[in-house]
């Protein structure tokens, strides 16, 4: 059995998608991993021990470039935006799959709804089964949550109706996304489509979250086998430097915002509520290279660290909301200060928060002043010890779950 694992997006889309290579690789399939081909995914597939296959480009860089230009643009702007790119996406994804799909006998796809349109269009062709994974709930229709909104396409404010919002879902992404999806499949001969939705989510969907953190109720709009978070053990040693900063004092703050590019002044107004609240802080670098602002000693700058080993020895983490963060944090116990930026990422500060292991941030620009009730809830020893009663229900085992799933089901 062979089957090609497909994503395009940052760290928090990628390693689940390792995660479950690896677990799929255990039970004896064969596997490629198509990702972007930044080097730290590159070698998070070696460190893991899956074959890699580049996806049309590195995202980091493209990425950045999204981000500059969508930064002043009205949601208009952006809606046409999302669009063209949506056509470049599908159409140099298409090919790179299309080739690592050679042998396969399905397709799994995560991430950006452009690459998995093109993973289906080539599972179409190629005549292999195709499954969608998705690392959070409010992604599926449901008559129990509303649709996210994306620029220029508001819910209509007058329709209360969940299931009326959903049929709104459908024409929004027609809208963003059809025309690439449709041009790029007259280009192949294939027939057009008019719900290009539910064409690239199919059903079942792969709900790859973890029950207590993200519930799923059931859903008679699309069936979703929740697995539990993919996640991938990460055996590597603390940096010398870190661990005798741990070592030297008490258990600090983190505060790391990941592959999102958040303004400098996050991370100053990041270590001063944290100083305010007499605490120490580790900076992760992240992809908004956020550091040090002085040279005093209560704080430690790192780049890419091991958080399963990390996120044990702090008094609460500070980040943006991403669900492999979010899970992880959750996984050790530390109490947790989201402050969301796009995407889902609003969605995990809410559950964060109602789970009672944490605070969310009202907004995503945070001052030293606006971070200090959030840090005040989640290093009070009440947070903490719901944390740690929390953290013995995070299932560890989604990506193998996963993994016994789909070899069942294929």
């Known amino acids: 059995m062979r089957i090609l694992l497909s994503t395009y997006g940052s760290r928090g889309d990628v390693e689940p998608v390792v995660a479950l290579g690896e677990r799929l690789q255990a039970l004896g399939a064969e596997v490629r991993v198509s990702v972007p081909g930044d080097e730290e995914f590159v070698a998070l597939c070696a460190r893991a021990g899956v074959p890699f296959a580049p996806a049309f480009a590195p995202v980091r860089a493209w990425a950045k470039e999204m981000i500059s230009r969508s930064a002043n643009a009205s949601p208009e702007g952006r809606a046409k935006l999302i669009s063209g790119q949506a056509a470049e996406i599908v159409a140099r994804q298409y090919d790179v799959l299309m080739a690592a799909a050679e042998g396969c006998d399905a397709v799994v796809a995560c991430g950006l709804f452009p690459s998995c349109a093109a993973a289906r269009m080539v599972a179409e062709q190629r005549g292999m089964r195709y499954i969608l994974g998705t690392f959070c709930p409010i992604w599926l229709p449901s008559q129990h949550t509303r649709p996210h909104q994306y620029p220029g396409h508001p819910l209509p404010v007058e329709v209360t109706d969940n299931r009326a919002l959903w049929d709104c879902d459908i024409r929004t992404k027609n809208a963003l996304f059809g025309d690439a999806i449709n041009s790029h499949r007259a280009s192949l001969g294939m027939s057009p489509l008019d719900n290009v939705r539910d064409y690239v989510y199919g059903d079942p969907v792969l709900l790859a979250c973890d ?94 660290v091991n958080q399963q ?60 002043e606006s971070l200090s009730p959030a840090l005040e809830t989640a290093l009070a020893s009440g947070t903490r010890i719901r944390a740690s009663e929390i953290a013995r229900s995070v299932r560890a085992d989604g990506a193998a779950v996963a993994a016994k799933q789909l070899v069942d089901m294929l």
């Open 211 to 304: 029950p207590t953190l993200g519930p799923w109720l059931p859903s008679d709009l699309i069936g979703a086998l929740q697995t539990g978070a993919w996640i991938l053990a990460d055996e590597r040693p603390l940096p010398d430097g870190l661990e005798a900063f741990l070592e030297a004092g008490p258990p600090p703050v983190y505060v790391g915002f990941g592959s999102i590019a958040v303004a400098s002044e996050a991370g100053r107004a990041a270590i001063e509520a944290i100083r305010a609240k007499g605490r120490r802080a580790v900076i992760a670098h992240g992809w908004a290279e956020l550091g040090l602002i002085d040279d005093r000693d209560d704080c430690f700058a790192v780049g890419d």
């Open 309 to 368: 080993a990390l996120f044990g020895r702090v008094a609460a983490a500070m980040h943006h909301g991403g669900a492999g963060t979010t899970v992880a944090a959750a996984r050790a116990g530390a109490p947790q200060v989201v402050v969301p930026q796009i995407g889902d990422q609003p969605y995990w500060a809410r559950r964060v928060a109602e789970v009672g292991i944490g605070a969310a941030h009202d907004g995503p620009a945070p001052t030293a």
